[in-house]
């Protein structure tokens, strides 16, 4: 076969159309203008959506931080994780797309390692805290100074928004230490950075949780005040969902948020709920503060593991007070889920063998409600 001269070649080649350029313009809804003026460019794809915004997210390898990872992470937002253990923030890593989700080593005494972990962030959540104080760190160590140490980061660096998570009750002048350093902590942070979107959320529940959990296993047995403080407690993907709104919308800069479940609940009833869904009766024997506390208090420095401290008990002793001026999940369109209706979901693995199929405690009620025939004699 003859091969085809350098003249032929040339012919064909101007006998090709020109390659014809695509514009592809930007809609508006693609286009999202910060606090500080910073353009953000977003582009759907699903897993591999460019979300835009760049999140830190301080103690992200806690409870509520792989929700609030999950969700930007999902969306195409880069996530930058603060870590201390290792082993501790490996699950994050699937949460997004390749790269989305990036570790950074930090120590919240540390100034320069928390300052690059928020330098170049258009939004950054604090969701370090501590239940219960250990040798490493008080809770003034870590409510206080580290939440101060973070926003003055958030400031040097101009981030266009900072959500501090705080708690429910949060007091400077509580008796319980937890929620005064915690009160103490929101205005260190208010007065640093104006615009810091304060949260206190109620008791939170979920898969690694510290209350259904608690209440269902062997291990939960001496309590005080025979579990009668009140609260309402709020379902940890509620509270994932309202970080998540936070984010997008900017007028929830400066606001505080009081985030709690629909109903109000005494640990005794939720205990009692705990105990129906997995057929099980857990016994809780009652100490009165004066005893238990001094014995919480030498558990928690003789073994290095958590069983209970001093400010756990007395805050057996405080029902939840809810700030009639702060903003609530209303105010970010969300429902908040009820605990009742989700118990069988957390709770089954409790459950022996012998009633690990059975249907959950609300649907064994109604078909025991149909089994009677209920006739109202007028006569």
């Not at 080649?13 to 953000?40: E, F, Y």
């Not at 708690?167 to 009160?183: I, Q």
């Not at 970080?243 to 609940?265: C, H, I, R, V």
Request: charged share 25%.
């Amino acid at each position: 076969m003859q091969k085809p001269s350098v003249m032929q070649i040339t012919r064909a080649a101007r006998q090709l159309k020109p390659i014809q350029t695509v514009n592809v313009r930007k809609s508006i809804h693609d286009i999202a203008i910060t606090r500080t003026g910073r353009p953000i460019i977003k582009v759907p794809g699903g897993r591999s959506s460019l979300g835009g915004h760049t999140a830190t997210v301080f103690g992200a390898t806690g409870f509520l931080g792989r929700y609030i990872v999950n969700r930007l992470a999902a969306q195409g937002c880069t996530v930058v994780v603060p870590f201390r253990e290792e082993m501790a923030k490996r699950h994050l890593k699937v949460s997004g797309d390749l790269g989305r989700v990036i570790f950074m080593e930090y120590d919240l005494r540390n100034t320069q390692s928390i300052e690059e972990s928020v330098r170049h962030s258009d939004i950054v959540y604090n969701l370090v805290g501590r239940q219960y104080p250990t040798k490493n760190f008080t809770y003034e160590d870590v409510h206080v100074e580290g939440a101060e140490r973070i926003a003055e980061a958030v400031a040097k660096y101009d981030v266009d928004r900072f959500v501090h998570m705080s708690s429910y009750n949060a007091n400077k002048n509580s008796v319980s230490e937890f929620f005064r350093t915690k009160g103490w902590g929101e205005e260190v942070v208010r007065n640093i950075f104006p615009e810091t979107t304060i949260v206190r959320p109620a008791p939170v529940f979920g898969f690694e949780d510290n209350l259904l959990h608690k209440l269902a296993s062997v291990s939960y047995l001496f309590t005080s005040n025979h579990m009668q403080e009140r609260y309402w407690p709020v379902h940890c993907v509620d509270i994932g969902a309202a970080l998540e709104k936070m984010l997008f919308d900017d007028n929830t800069a400066s606001q505080t948020y009081e985030l709690y479940g629909p109903t109000n609940y005494s640990t005794a009833e939720i205990a009692e709920l705990a105990d129906r869904e997995i057929f099980k009766h857990r016994r809780h024997i009652n100490v009165p503060k004066r005893f238990l506390k001094p014995v919480a208090n030498i558990l928690n420095k003789a073994i290095w593991w958590h069983t209970i401290s001093p400010d756990e008990v007395e805050r057996e002793f405080i029902d939840q007070e809810i700030d009639p001026k702060a903003k609530t999940f209303q105010d970010l369109g969300i429902e908040p889920a009820e605990l009742s209706s989700l118990t069988f979901h957390y709770l089954k693995g409790y459950r022996s063998s012998s009633f690990f199929d059975l249907p959950p405690a609300t649907e064994r009620e109604k078909r025991e409600e149909k089994k009677y025939l209920h006739v109202i004699d007028d006569q």
